[in-house]
T-cell receptor, first 111, second 114 residues
Framework: AQSVTQPDIHITVSEGASLELRCNYSYGATPYLFWYVQSPGQGLQLLLKYFSGDTLVQGIKGFEAEFKRSQSSFNLRKPSVHWSDAAEYFCAVGGNNDMRFGAGTRLTVKP | DTAVSQTPKYLVTQMGNDKSIKCEQNLGHDTMYWYKQDSKKFLKIMFSYNNKELIINETVPNRFSPKSPDKAHLNLHINSLELGDSAVYFC?????????????FGEGSRLTVL
């Protein structure tokens, strides 16, 4: 079965600074990869997804992610973080029957 | 108009009781899921149904019983509630399973067992 590792449990960045959240996956075939964001007390919202094609994908809210097959990674980036980006971020990989999530990375934004 | 809706949003109950959580999606999707999110935010799949047929049944105590009366509904019934069942339960739907499609999530149902 597929699996996802998010090495960073908690990251703190200053507002306006750049952000990179790491994600490594394990899957035997070409993966379908996703990043979701969860604000406090809310459900999960899709930020972006990768199925095939261009390895750099653009998402909502100014986020992007790059698929690197050689590193089994799908890291999420944003050039300039806003205070409203503070949330929990989940990387996920779609398998044959379901989607598996990483443990999440909590992002704190300092003023 | 909410795409995936769950009721109730909050549920506080005593150990040993039985409770249900309902989920409805109006997206026309053919696959629905239940995920459990524990206190550390870890999301674990419990069940998935495709066209009312059970596809995934992870290692979940048989006190948990999902029911899908039609493609748009997936309910979760829990018998003999235990303290460890306290969590947020998320319903989700997709068109196609796993690799096929992105999941759309409800807002979650926070279950507290006292």
């Amino acid at each position: 079965a597929q699996s996802v590792t998010q090495p960073d449990i908690h990251i703190t960045v200053s507002e306006g600074a750049s952000l990179e959240l790491r994600c490594n996956y394990s899957y035997g075939a070409t993966p379908y990869l996703f990043w979701y964001v969860q604000s406090p007390g809310q459900g999960l919202q899709l930020l972006l997804k990768y199925f095939s094609g261009d390895t750099l994908v653009q998402g909502i809210k100014g986020f992007e992610a790059e698929f690197k097959r050689s590193q089994s990674s799908f890291n999420l980036r944003k050039p300039s973080v806003h205070w409203s980006d503070a949330a929990e971020y989940f990387c996920a990989v779609g398998g044959n029957n379901d989607m598996r999530f990483g443990a999440g990375t909590r992002l704190t934004v300092k003023p | 108009d909410t795409a995936v809706s769950q009721t109730p949003k909050y549920l506080v109950t005593q150990m040993g009781n039985d409770k249900s959580i309902k989920c409805e999606q109006n997206l026309g999707h053919d696959t629905m899921y239940w995920y459990k999110q524990d206190s550390k935010k870890f999301l674990k799949i419990m069940f998935s149904y495709n066209n009312k047929e059970l596809i995934i049944n992870e290692t979940v105590p048989n006190r948990f019983s999902p029911k899908s009366p039609d493609k748009a509904h997936l309910n979760l019934h829990i018998n003999s509630l235990e303290l460890g069942d306290s969590a947020v339960y998320f319903c989700a739907s997709s068109q196609g399973q796993g690799r096929g499609g992105e999941l759309f999530f409800g807002e979650g149902s926070r279950l507290t067992v006292l």
